[in-house]
Structures are given as structure tokens and as C-alpha cells.
């Protein structure tokens, strides 16, 4: 069932409308927000929007999660595959919040500021 | 349709996400941001895929948390009078450009939890992991089995990763850890 009108959209893919707008905060607050902390916070909900989008994906209406028995009873499974991706990003993702947390407190370190502008007015200055 | 419980985790998860963009204390940012990885950790578990939640309530929600604490307690935490940042509308402008053109392709996509997807009913895709994970792999979780079996180079590099990202933080934080 593939409903083309905009209504379509919302009753039926409404978990991707969620995901979009997470993914737009996130870019929001990497644009308009100026402290380095929050500007990864944003990159960090941006991630997170993606894998909702990956494990929407995975999902099947009344399925159960894919645990499968010897036998093979049971089912709909959902579809483990995109869920294996995710748990991936999500270990990565958080090694790389790690890195740019440690350069935030190097950059603290150096110029005594977390925010992007006065950043760019120091290093200008020098 | 949505369902009561997807509706209010979903209104959950957007309210928070959008505290977490307007708070102008960032201690308040990061503790909204937690809680939002928990939403969304329930979210998960509720779209089937419980391994996942787990890892997003202890990654997300756990370790992300806990370092952005570590680095405002290093750094700077500036006080402020106003609760809410000012809205950049420029930038508001720039995002909502973004998720107009993002969504325009969900025209195309199948709808919520549609059991006739291409992917999950091509029989080299889903379907073989589920049928043949446990015949090839001996274990009934098929996600442990993918993630340790069928992609054990995918997450051997994942670790590499991580031990990377550790030797990056101590290199940038200037540690000598083995003098």
C-alpha cells in the first residue's frame, strides 16, 4: 500500500517524517548553535536519525524480533540485517564523539573558548 | 497507522530532541539529549530490534552521556540568564530547505512496517539469514549471528576502530600512558 498523497505520507510513513526531522535538528544545531559541545550534540542526533531510519526499515507489522528457533517456527521475523548495520554505527559513532570531545578540551586548552566564533576571532588575531 | 504507544514515543522522542536544540545551558542540552536516546532506545525495542535498543540505552544514552559530562567539567560550562537559545532563522531557512528535499523521496517508500518489501522478500536477502542462520551459524539470534558469523570482519574493524579512536584521544589529550 503506497498512498502518493502527502496524507498518505503521514498515516503510512510517518516513523521516516520522524526521521527527517531528527536529522534537521541535528543540522540545526550544528549550524545555528555556536558552543563546540552542542554542535556535536547535533551531530550526535543526526547519527541518531539515520539509524531510526534503519531500523524503521527492519520492521514488520505484528513480526518479533529476529530470533529465529532451531525449527524455524514462528514469524514474521524482522529483518536483522539493517539492525546489524546499526549496532555498528552506533559503537563507531560514539568512538568518534570520543576524539572530537578530546579536541574540544585540547582547543579549551589552547584558547580558553568552546565557542566557534570567538574560536575563529582568536585564531584570526594571532 | 500508528499506533498509541509508536505516537507517544515518537512525540516523546521530537520534544526532546527539540529541548535539546533550544536549551541554552549545555549541562541541560546533554541531560535532554539523554533522555532522548532512552526515547529512542524504546523506540527501538518497540520496532523489534531489542539488541540494538540495549546498545543504544547503554551507548547512547550510557557512555556519549557520561563523556559529554567529562568535557564540560574539563572545560567550560558558561552561565546564562535567558533559558532558551535565540532562534537563527537563517539557519532555520537552510534546515528546512534540507527536509523538504529529504522528504520529498519518502513518496517512494514503502510504508511503516510493510511485510512485502523487495527486501524482505527477496530470497537473497532477509529471507536467507532467517532461514539459514542457525543451520550455518548454530545460533538462534539471527542479529548475533550476522553480527559475529556472516560480517566478523565488519566487526573486527569495528573494534579497530575503537581502539583507534582511543589512540587518538590519548594523542590529542597528550597523555603518556606506557612511559
Known amino acids: ?126 | 497507522m500508528i499506533t498509541p504507544i509508536e505516537l507517544m514515543l515518537f512525540v516523546f522522542v521530537l520534544i526532546s530532541a527539540v529541548a535539546t536544540a533550544l536549551f541554552r545551558d549545555v549541562l541541560a542540552s546533554i541531560v535532554v539529549f539523554a533522555a532522548y536516546s532512552l526515547g529512542l532506545a524504546v523506540v527501538y525495542t518497540f520496532y523489534r530490534a531489542p539488541d540494538v535498543g540495549l546498545t543504544e540505552a547503554a551507548i547512547g544514552a550510557g557512555i556519549t552521556t557520561v563523556l559529554l559530562l567529562l568535557t564540560i567539567a574539563k572545560t567550560s560550562r558558561p552561565a546564562h540568564e535567558k533559558i532558551f537559545e535565540p532562534i537563527n532563522w537563517p539557519a532555520v531557512a537552510v534546515c528546512g530547505g534540507f527536509a523538504l528535499i529529504v522528504s520529498s523521496t519518502l513518496f517512494a517508500f514503502p510504508s511503516v512496517g510493510d511485510p512485502n518489501t523487495a527486501a524482505m522478500t527477496n530470497p537473497d536477502v532477509t529471507v536467507y539469514y532467517l532461514e539459514n542462520a542457525y543451520e550455518e551459524t548454530g545460533v538462534e539470534n539471527t542479529v548475533t549471528a550476522v553480527l559475529a558469523a556472516y560480517r566478523g570482519f565488519d566487526t573486527f574493524g569495528e573494534a579497530v576502530v575503537v581502539f583507534a579512536a582511543g589512540v587518538a584521544s590519548m594523542i590529542v589529550l597528550g597523555r603518556e600512558v606506557f612511559a
Do not use: H, W
Open chain 1, 1 to 126: 500500500m503506497t498512498d502518493g498523497s502527502v496524507l498518505g505520507l503521514i498515516t503510512t510513513r510517518y516513523a521516516y517524517l520522524v526521521v527527517v526531522f531528527v536529522a534537521t535538528v541535528g543540522l540545526y544545531m550544528m549550524i545555528a548553535n555556536q558552543n563546540l559541545v552542542k554542535k556535536l550534540i547535533g551531530l550526535n542526533m543526526f547519527q541518531t536519525g539515520i539509524f531510526l531510519f534503519f531500523i524503521t526499515s527492519a520492521y514488520v507489522v505484528d513480526g518479533s524480533s529476529a530470533i529465529v528457533p532451531a525449527d524455524g517456527a514462528g514469524g514474521p521475523f524482522a529483518s536483522p540485517l539493517p539492525q546489524v548495520i546499526v549496532l555498528t554505527a552506533i559503537v563507531v559513532g560514539v568512538s568518534l564523539t570520543a576524539v572530537g570531545l578530546a579536541l574540544i578540551i585540547r582547543l579549551y586548552a589552547e584558547y580558553g573558548t568552546l565557542r566557534a566564533d570567538a574560536l575563529r576571532e582568536v585564531i584570526a588575531d594571532e
